[in-house]
């Protein structure tokens, strides 16, 4: 069992940045895949980025591809989201989620989530 707390969301201006942070409990988190979803509302909850258990090919929608970087430190249990060029539409809750065995861009394959942060980008 792995529980994550997210930390690091906020109000920001367009093209500013934020760094979220999710902090895992449990001695197994180094095997968990470990990934962020956002949802904006009256959205569906959707893939942000994964990163796999070892930190090499990581995941990116198309969205987000060249703005946000996800990345992971074993040794502190922790997973980030480095969020840069921000826009109106990132505008969501980011959730961190965590499965055992490979990434995955299906929400419907985590069973481990936090609680949320809100970001929020505008003017």
């Known amino acids: 069992q792995v529980q994550l707390v997210e930390s690091g969301g906020g109000l920001v201006q367009p093209g500013g940045s934020l760094r979220l942070s999710c902090a895992a409990s449990?001695?197994?988190?180094?095997?968990?895949?470990m990934a962020w979803f956002r949802q904006a509302p009256g959205k569906e909850r959707e893939i942000v980025a994964a990163?796999?258990?070892?930190?090499?090919?990581?995941y990116y929608a198309d969205s987000v591809k060249g703005r946000f970087n996800i990345s992971r430190d074993n040794a502190k249990n922790m997973v980030f989201l480095q969020m840069n060029d921000l826009k109106p539409e990132d505008t969501a809750i980011y959730y961190c989620?965590?499965?055992?065995?490979?990434?995955?861009?299906?929400?419907?394959?985590?069973?481990?989530w936090g609680q949320g942060t809100q970001v929020t980008v505008s003017s």
């Open positions: 990163v796999s258990w070892s930190g090499s090919n990581p």
């Open positions: 449990g001695r197994t988190f180094s095997y968990y895949a």
């Open positions: 989620a965590a499965r055992g065995g490979p990434t995955s861009s299906s929400r419907y394959l985590y069973p481990h």
